[in-house]
């Protein structure tokens, strides 16, 4: 096994961890350990080129490090990619051999799943390594939090866009129907929200029409659907030049990862009167409730905590107000004041 560091400019650490023996493919960005271990998710995906793996993973562990910060969770920020399609190469031997490389770190990370691994791929990390969240017995698949952080987001931008309580009545555009998609959607028509949806698995568009009611349309025509929230919840960068001029939104709000492909969209969505729910605010459900599990599991606490997503995004947006700025801007100052504050 070879774990060779690679450094980069802003960051603590990254590492690329490759075993011929097992076919391990793999990389390890650890952001800002300022408030704590540097926890996040370990992503498998069929990257094109290791570039692309490692672009991926830089963004995404820079975003954990923001995300608890705003939650005020005593952790860092950190990311993993291993490189291989979840379908087919997610053996043993390359989870083991990767739980082993994690191990060698003495702590600085602590992996959890994330798109392409599971909470089995967790429990099986976890006999090679201590240094592993979102085990089955440390409070499991983090998805439902995640989905009822964004469902709490999304009650705090329609009081101030729409001036009401709760999401009855409101028309909800959801991009992908996976872990989080889905259950935010089954949160979401519980409360009495209207849906439409999406996915390019057309069986998760048949599950949610006949579950929720949802109204279905294709995967290139949901950035047009007439909605009063559209919720991405698949992958990172769909508000871009080619979809933001398409939406027909108030608000923005879902749970998929660095949704603007670039900062000035914020800007630009602002520019347009929709309210964006900065990602790493509104999805910090799941990590709030991993965090959790590093300390003995309680899942009353770990919900009240997922519940105060609510009053943060509130926060952003009176901060956003105050200092005329956008509120992706004004995430940022958040995470970055809190980071600031802990140094002195
Ligand atoms: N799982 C969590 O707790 C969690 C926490 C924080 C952030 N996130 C982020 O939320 C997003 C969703 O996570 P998940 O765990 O539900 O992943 P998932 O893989 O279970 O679901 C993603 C879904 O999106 C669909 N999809 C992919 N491309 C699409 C497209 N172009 N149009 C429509 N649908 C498309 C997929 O078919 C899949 O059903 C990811 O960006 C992830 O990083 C997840």
Not at 47 to 63: K, N
Not at 116 to 122: I, L, P, S
């Amino acid at each position: 096994m070879i774990i060779e560091e690679c450094p980069h400019a802003g960051y603590e650490q990254v590492f690329s961890c490759r075993d011929e023996d097992t076919g391990l493919n793999a990389f390890i960005a650890i952001h800002d350990t300022t408030l704590g271990p540097a926890l996040g998710g370990l992503r498998m995906y069929p990257y094109r080129q290791s570039a692309d793996a490692l672009t991926d993973v830089l963004r995404l562990a820079r975003g954990m490090t923001y995300k608890s910060a705003v939650a005020d969770l005593p952790l860092g920020g950190g990311k993993s990619v291993l490189i291989g399609d979840p379908e087919n190469s997610k053996t043993e031997a390359v989870l083991r051999s990767f739980g082993r490389c994690i191990d060698t770190l003495g702590g600085h990370y602590i992996v959890a799943e994330d798109v392409g691994t599971d909470v089995a791929d967790m429990d099986m990390i976890r006999r090679e390594t201590t240094f592993v969240a979102g085990t089955s017995d440390s409070g499991g698949d983090p998805s439902i939090h995640t989905a009822y952080g964004v469902q709490q987001g999304m009650r705090a931008a329609a009081r101030t866009v729409f001036g009401r309580d709760g999401l009855k009545g409101l028309t909800v555009a959801v991009q992908g129907l996976g872990h989080v998609g889905m259950n935010l959607c089954m949160l979401l028509s519980l409360e009495g929200a209207m849906l439409t949806v999406t996915d390019v698995n057309p069986s998760l568009i048949r599950q949610a029409v006949a579950e929720f009611g949802a109204a279905p349309v294709d995967p290139a025509a949901i950035y047009r659907t007439e909605c009063d929230i559209f919720s991405p919840c698949a992958m990172g960068a769909v508000i871009n030049d080619q979809t933001i001029g398409q939406l027909r939104t108030r608000i923005v709000a879902g749970s998929a990862n660095n949704v603007l492909a670039e900062e000035r969209h914020g800007e630009m969505l602002a520019e347009m009167g929709i309210l964006y729910a900065p990602d790493f605010v509104v999805n910090a459900g799941g990590i709030i409730n991993v965090a959790e599990g590093l300390n003995g599991y309680n899942r009353a606490r770990a919900r009240r905590k997922v519940a105060a997503i609510y009053q943060t995004m509130l926060q952003v947006i009176e901060l956003a107000g105050t200092r005329h700025i956008s509120t992706a801007r004004a995430a940022v100052v958040l995470a970055e004041e809190k980071l600031t504050r802990s140094n002195h």
